[in-house]
């Protein structure tokens, strides 16, 4: 427990240190934007997801259930079918049927935008966990050889989401766009939720090859997003010191909040930065070699 405790609050210092030495950027704030591109900049997380649960689970993405929702936009490269136990591929495979119907609710209300290209290659996870740990993992990561490597990978991509529709809510002016972004991010905050307590389950084992729990795994990739973003610590692993706990009684993290246990909030620069893996709304990569989708997020692409 000691140890654990230490590697915590080491994560949360050099968190505090790299956000020092780097300066705040000037966009951690809310940016200007209309309801309809706010909520259009959601379809680019929301197509991410589906593809990510539907292959995961199923073997096929979205192109298979509704191609009509791509709007043209091209397949997603390296996604495939992950080797899951039983409950969690049930898991994934409704997490994945439920972001179709994200994908549905929001184009019906805005009338989308074309999917962008996803990299869902092993390639990419394993480049996010190298940049986690500061060190090249030996064999690379691979989210989609078990159970306990797809939950680690997944629980990369709904929390992003669902701080982005906390930070969405209080800058819309319609109501009906409230009450739309209210509901996805209820789904969200539950299948993150899942996601978090299955991991908490498995918190002490270690991840094979690599000698490591997945406790750390996952403060390593909340540290990670932390300083992508630049904004402050928004992100927490499951294991945390107790001056992270919920009111500084637990170590235990299973839902991620605030000193009052409120969600924390991202803005859509912010968003872009942990996606891209390059800590840069300027600068594509990572899940989206080409950027993403949207006004809001083609406005900060660099001109070529």
Known sequence: MARRFLFCAS?????????LAMGAPTNCGPIQATDTDRIEFALNLEFLEAEFFLNGALGRGLDSFAPSFAKGGPPP????????????AKIIEEFG??????????????????????DLSTQTFANIFNQAFGFK?????????????????????????LVGYVGTIPELNSSYFRRLVAGL????????AVLRALLYERANEKVMPYDITVAEFTNRTAELKNRLAMCGIKDEGIIVPLFLGAENRTNSNILSANTDSLSYSRTP????????????????????????????ARRYLSPA
């Open 11 to 19: 994560l949360f210092i050099l968190t505090l240190e790299v956000s």
């Open 77 to 88: 490269t390296g996604a495939k079918k992950a080797n899951l136990d039983p409950l969690v």
């Open 97 to 118: 049927y439920e972001e179709i119907g994200h994908l549905r609710a929001i184009i019906n209300a805005t009338g989308g935008i074309p999917r962008p290209l996803l």
């Open 137 to 161: 993992l030996t064999p690379p990561f691979d989210p989609y050889l078990n159970t306990v490597n797809y939950l680690l990978a997944s629980n990369l991509i709904p929390y992003v989401g």
């Open 185 to 192: 991010l209820g789904v969200e905050a539950g299948q993150d």
């Open 269 to 296: 620069p912010e968003i872009l930065r942990i996606v891209y893996g390059t800590g840069s709304e300027n600068k594509p990569g990572g899940f989206y070699p080409n950027g993403a989708g949207g006004n809001i």
